[in-house]
């Protein structure tokens, strides 16, 4: 590898955080090691993008605890972050638009640092044009990317009917890159393979092996919640109090959302499961 540029990786993972669990950071360490093992990349911040309560997902509590849960989880991590610009937005947003956003954020950062160098910055949008529509190998490697994080549900999930945009997969794995953690019984590898989008952009896809297999999710969090019982270890210590404190998830606020008609996307994304 000596010689070798190494490219600048900020993770991004999207999801409801209803509530943020020990495996939505531990995802994000395994991201780090695999893709620092690569030799190619060093990742230098991971961001956490809590949805926005337009999602309208059934038992998804208000955007305000969701992201004061995320920052108390992260607030003794050096490089995880929490961003508030996705849950913020008063209609739900499209993750494709949510990685464009801090793409174009890092961008910016970026060219504040190299003001006076335009010709770098125009070089780069020019490089990463030229990479997505397929006719170059190289999608700049002197410089950062985004990549989204996240686990193979989510990757699957990109199969559903009506789900997600062909245009928005297309995007978020051919110009900006995914990283995917497998989880219980999905196939990330087989599921890249039967697709023609997934497969064409396969290098930029890393699937990153969970070999303490969990079935940790904020789903059966929640369940435990509601059912009085102990979640202790599961989450931050700093998030088990403030649910206590701001007695979160109960019967009740399992069935917000519950009457409300859901969209296509949200039939599939499993809105309509308890
Ligand atoms: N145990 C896990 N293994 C791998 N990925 C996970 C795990 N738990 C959550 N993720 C990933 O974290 C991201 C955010 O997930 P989300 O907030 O929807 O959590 P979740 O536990 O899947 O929620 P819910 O149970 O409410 O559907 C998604 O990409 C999801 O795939
Ligand atoms: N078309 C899309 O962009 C699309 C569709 C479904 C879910 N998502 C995102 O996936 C994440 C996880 O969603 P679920 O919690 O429903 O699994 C959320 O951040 C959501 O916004 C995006």
């Known amino acids: 590898m000596e010689g070798?540029?190494?490219?600048?990786?900020?993770?991004?993972?999207?999801?409801?955080?209803?509530?943020?669990?020990?495996?939505?950071l531990r995802m994000f360490e395994l991201a780090r090691d695999?893709?620092?093992?690569?030799?190619?990349?060093?990742?230098?911040?991971?961001i956490i993008s809590p949805v926005g309560d337009g999602y309208k997902k059934k038992?998804?509590?208000?955007?305000?605890?969701?992201?004061?849960?995320?920052?108390?989880?992260?607030k003794d991590s050096d490089w995880i972050t929490v961003d508030a610009w996705e849950c913020l937005q008063p209609e739900w947003v499209e993750t494709?638009?949510?990685?464009?956003?801090?793409?174009?954020?890092?961008?910016?950062?970026?060219?504040?640092?190299?003001?006076?160098?335009?010709?770098?910055?125009?070089?780069?949008r020019r490089v990463e044009e030229n990479h997505f529509q397929g006719s170059s190998s190289d999608r700049g490697r002197d410089s950062s990317q985004v990549m989204l994080l996240c686990g193979a549900d989510v990757l699957e999930s990109f199969g559903i009917p009506n789900l997600w945009k062909q245009e928005d997969i297309a995007e978020i794995v051919g110009r900006y890159g995914l990283v995917c953690i497998t989880r219980n019984s999905n196939d990330?590898?087989?599921?890249?393979?039967?697709?023609?989008?997934?497969?064409?952009?396969?290098?930029?896809?890393?699937?990153?092996r969970e070999w303490v297999t969990n079935e940790i999710s904020a789903t059966h969090i929640r369940r435990a919640l509601r059912r009085g019982r102990s979640v202790r270890y599961l989450l931050p210590d700093k998030v088990v109090r403030?649910?206590?404190?701001?007695?979160?998830?109960?019967?009740?606020?399992?069935?917000?959302?519950?009457?409300?008609?859901?969209?296509?996307f949200q039939k599939c994304s499993g809105a309509l499961s308890s």
């Open 59 to 74: 038992g998804l509590i208000e955007a305000s605890h969701r992201l004061e849960m995320a920052r108390l989880a992260t």
């Open 96 to 124: 494709a638009k949510v990685v464009r956003h801090h793409y174009d954020d890092l961008l910016a950062a970026e060219q504040n640092i190299d003001d006076v160098d335009t010709v770098k910055y125009t070089k780069r």
């Open 34 to 46: 695999h893709l620092v093992d690569t030799g190619q990349y060093r990742v230098v911040k991971g």
């Open 188 to 208: 990330p590898h087989k599921f890249i393979h039967q697709s023609d989008t997934l497969w064409k952009y396969r290098k930029n896809i890393h699937v990153v």
């Open 242 to 264: 403030y649910v206590q404190e701001n007695d979160l998830y109960s019967a009740e606020s399992e069935k917000k959302n519950a009457d409300v008609v859901l969209a296509p």
């Open 4 to 24: 070798q540029a190494v490219t600048e990786v900020v993770l991004l993972a999207c999801g409801s955080f209803n509530p943020i669990t020990n495996m939505h």
